[in-house]
């Protein structure tokens, strides 16, 4: 037996023809020759193996942003990066469908999904079968929120007794995950959408207001 082109002592075949040897593997690869000859000369063919020390568990990462472990898209054709920490002798995965591995690990994912939330798992297996996985949840917002003003209307006239006095302003937001502001101001709304900010006016006046929504998408 010759191990990376080094000859190691002869090796004693046990009757039923069955051999073994021991031999201490680092942190790189071995490689080790195999021959065999009898008394008369007659030589087998040799065998050649290479064995890899593998001792790193895959790991796998997702470096798309994702909001308490969802990722929001505004459109259907959804792009998903990631990362994973060793490439020889590995497989990854996407619903079963196998996804490309650039030569620094990272991986890049293209999918068109439906409005709504979808559900992607992400595996990468070694050649021993140690595996890594992610469970993706990929909401698709196709909408932007939508703000009805229920007082004061645009354009009204507003009537007050004396000043300073209070306005309310109140509506709702169809969309709870969204942050709402009024005037850069942000604003709780409720569990059913509605919102009201009182504002100060200390006399006649013409005023407008900056109300925006922006949801997690």
Do not use: H, Y
């Not at 990929?138 to 004396?162: F, H, N, Q």
């Not at 009024?182 to 409720?190: L, Q, R």
């Amino acid at each position: 037996v010759f191990v990376d082109d080094r000859s190691t002592p002869e090796i004693v075949v046990k009757a039923d023809g069955s051999w073994e040897f021991a031999l201490t593997v680092g942190s790189e690869p071995v490689k080790v020759d195999i021959r065999a000859e009898d008394r008369v000369g007659n030589k087998a063919e040799s065998r050649q193996a290479v064995i890899v020390p593998d001792r790193e568990l895959p790991k796998l990462t997702l470096e798309t942003k994702s909001i308490d472990g969802v990722v929001w898209s505004t459109s259907e054709n959804v792009e998903l990066t990631g990362r994973i920490n060793k490439l020889r002798g590995c497989t990854l995965t996407c619903d079963k469908s196998r996804v490309d591995v650039a030569s620094d690990g990272t991986f890049k994912l293209s999918k068109k999904l439906v409005a709504g939330t979808s559900a992607l798992k992400v595996e990468l297996v070694d050649w021993l079968e140690r595996k890594a996985s992610l469970d993706i949840a990929v909401m698709v917002d196709l909408e932007a929120p939508l703000i009805s003003l229920t007082s004061p209307k645009a354009g009204e006239v507003l009537r007050v007794v004396s000043f300073p006095t209070e306005v309310n302003v109140t509506g709702r937001v169809d969309d709870l995950t969204a942050t709402l502001s009024i005037d850069g101001e942000v604003i709780k709304p409720d569990a059913k959408g509605v919102f009201k900010k009182s504002m100060r006016v200390d006399g006649p006046a013409t005023f407008s207001l900056k109300i925006s929504a922006v949801d997690l998408a």
